[in-house]
């Protein structure tokens, strides 16, 4: 059985810092490429960020947190991350992490396994 457990969201002041951590068991995770969505209340889920199956290789960023949030991901403990750095209130959402076979095509409907979210509020 898959579980994919998100942590680490929580409420957070405009221009601090958060790191989400996705840890993931029943699946042979360096096979996986792994990712972040995120959706707003009243919004369609969004994909954040994806990297392919090793840490540093390829990397895939939404253009509204380029330069701001940083994938990564640890083999050894099954553990994929996401550092949100200078966060602004239109981060606030549920964060879900996902997991899928290959790096392309990372659409809502295309993922093979899905965590069941972790809050973020980003407000001062």
């Known amino acids: 059985q898959v579980q994919l457990v998100e942590s680490g969201g929580g409420l957070v002041e405009p221009g601090d810092s958060l790191r989400l951590s996705c840890a993931a068991s029943?699946?042979?995770?360096?096979?996986?490429?792994m990712g972040w969505f995120r959706q707003a209340p009243g919004k369609e889920r969004e994909l954040v960020a994806v990297?392919?199956?090793?840490?540093?290789?390829?990397?895939y960023y939404a253009d509204s947190v380029k330069g701001r949030f940083t994938i990564s991901r640890d083999n050894g403990k099954n553990t994929v991350y996401l550092q949100m750095d200078i966060p602004k209130p239109e981060d606030t959402a549920v964060y879900y992490c996902?997991?899928?076979?290959?790096?392309?095509?990372?659409?809502?409907?295309?993922?093979?396994?899905w965590g069941k979210g972790t809050l973020v509020i980003v407000s001062s």
């Open positions: 996902a997991a899928k076979s290959s790096f392309s095509s990372w659409t809502a409907d295309a993922i093979d396994y």
């Open positions: 029943g699946l042979t995770f360096g096979n996986y490429a």
């Open positions: 990297i392919s199956w090793s840490a540093g290789a390829v990397e």
